[in-house]
T-cell receptor
């Protein structure tokens, strides 16, 4: 069964600190993996996309990594800001552009 | 360029009442999706359209849910009658084959509360 599991479920950090979110998947065949940021009351917005051959992708203070062998991905946020408070959703694309969503990690950045 | 537009943003109804949600995708996007998102969960696909054809509606509860995309542009999702368990956020997304990895662009969603 195609599944995406994320950890932790929620996280609270102080402004300026770094954090790493984890994503494990069992989707096959694999097409690509995206990290989405979803602010409260808004739809998800894509942060990064990685295909099978890509190990890392950066978007400003966001850096995603992918290990296709172990089927794991991480999203590292550097020097967190209050505006980073959101839900971060890992999404794996299977064949036929069918997306499998994780439940998300709720991040809260405190001042 | 305008993003995906959804209306209404919020809807409160009593159980057994009908409700409809409207979505206008990004101009030129041929693929349109309706998702259901429960609190603390990721979105779950209800139906996917390629132009005006529903190509994946396997997760749509057809006894009470219906959708249409008559001219291959905007779309309407309807629930009749609504049940308490239908309370959730209904997201619409669209994508283009020309986009990187068929990226889906999401609207802000409609938050439905069934009392």
């Amino acid at each position: 069964k195609n599944q995406v599991e994320q950890s932790p479920q929620s996280l609270i950090i102080l402004e300026g600190k770094n954090c790493t979110l984890q994503c494990n998947y069992t989707v096959s065949p694999f097409s690509n993996l995206r990290w989405y940021k979803q602010d409260t009351g808004r739809g998800p917005v894509s942060l990064t996309i990685m295909t099978f051959s890509e190990n890392t992708k950066s978007n400003g203070r966001y850096t995603a990594t992918l290990d296709a062998d172990t089927k794991q991905s991480s999203l590292h946020i550097t020097a967190s800001q209050l505006s980073d408070s959101a839900s971060y959703i890992c999404v794996v694309s299977a064949e036929g552009n069918k997306l499998v969503f994780g439940a998300g990690t709720i991040l809260r950045v405190k001042s | 360029e305008a993003g995906v537009v959804q209306s209404p943003r919020y809807k409160i109804i009593e159980k057994k009442q009908p409700v409809a949600f409207w979505c206008n995708p990004i101009s030129g996007h041929n693929t349109l999706y309706w998702y259901l998102q429960n609190l603390g969960q990721g979105p779950e696909l209800l139906i996917r359209y390629e132009n005006e054809e529903a190509v994946d509606d396997s997760q749509l509860p057809k006894d009470r849910f219906s959708a249409e995309r008559l001219k291959g542009v905007d779309s309407t999702l309807k629930i009749q009658p609504a049940e308490l368990g239908d309370s959730a956020v209904y997201l619409c997304a669209s994508s283009s084959r020309r986009g990187a990895g068929n990226e889906q662009f999401f609207g802000p969603g409609t938050r439905l509360t069934v009392l």
